[in-house]
C-alpha cells in the first residue's frame, strides 16, 4: 500500500494535469523515489488513485526506461543500445561494463552497487555511443571513459 506521504504527494501534483493519463508516469516516478522502484502493488495502488485500469499503467510503465518495475542497484545504468549507439560502438561499452562489473544486462551486481540495463534512445545521439547513470548523461563514451565514470559511483 501507498504511503501516506506517497498518496499526498501524487494528490498534490493531480491539478497540473489536464487528463490523469498524462499524470501516470509522473505518479510512478513518485512512488519510485520513495521505494527505488516501482512494485506490484505500487502500480495497483496509482490505477486507482487515477481511476484508470491497472493494464493501463502497466502499459505506461513499460514503456518508460526509466520506470523500474524490478529492484535495482543503488546506481542504474541505462546504456543505449540504439542505432547510433550500436554504430559507434556501443556493444564494446557494453562489453567493458560486463567484464568491470561482471553482470550481464539486466543484472544487479552482488554488492548491490549497479544495475545495467540496455536502454533504447536516450536523447544523447549527436554524442553517441552514451549511457545515463542515476539521470545524468555520459556522452562520447570510450571503454577507458567507462572505468574512469564506474569509479566515481561507489
Ligand atoms: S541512439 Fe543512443 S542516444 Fe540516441
Known sequence: MLSDTEREEIQKELPRYA???AMVPEALRIVQE???WVN???VRDV???LAMSVDEIETIAT???MIFRKPVGRHVILLCDNVSCWIMGSDKLQSRITERLRI???????DNRFTLLPSACIGDCHHAPSMMIDGEMYGELTPERIDEILERHP
Not at 104 to 110: D, E, K, L, R, V
Open 19 to 21: 487528463h490523469k493519463r
Open 63 to 65: 514503456a518508460y526506461n
Open 34 to 36: 520513495h521505494r527505488g
Open 104 to 110: 550481464a544486462p539486466g543484472q544487479t551486481t552482488p
Open 40 to 42: 506490484d502493488e505500487g
Open 47 to 49: 490505477a486507482e488513485i
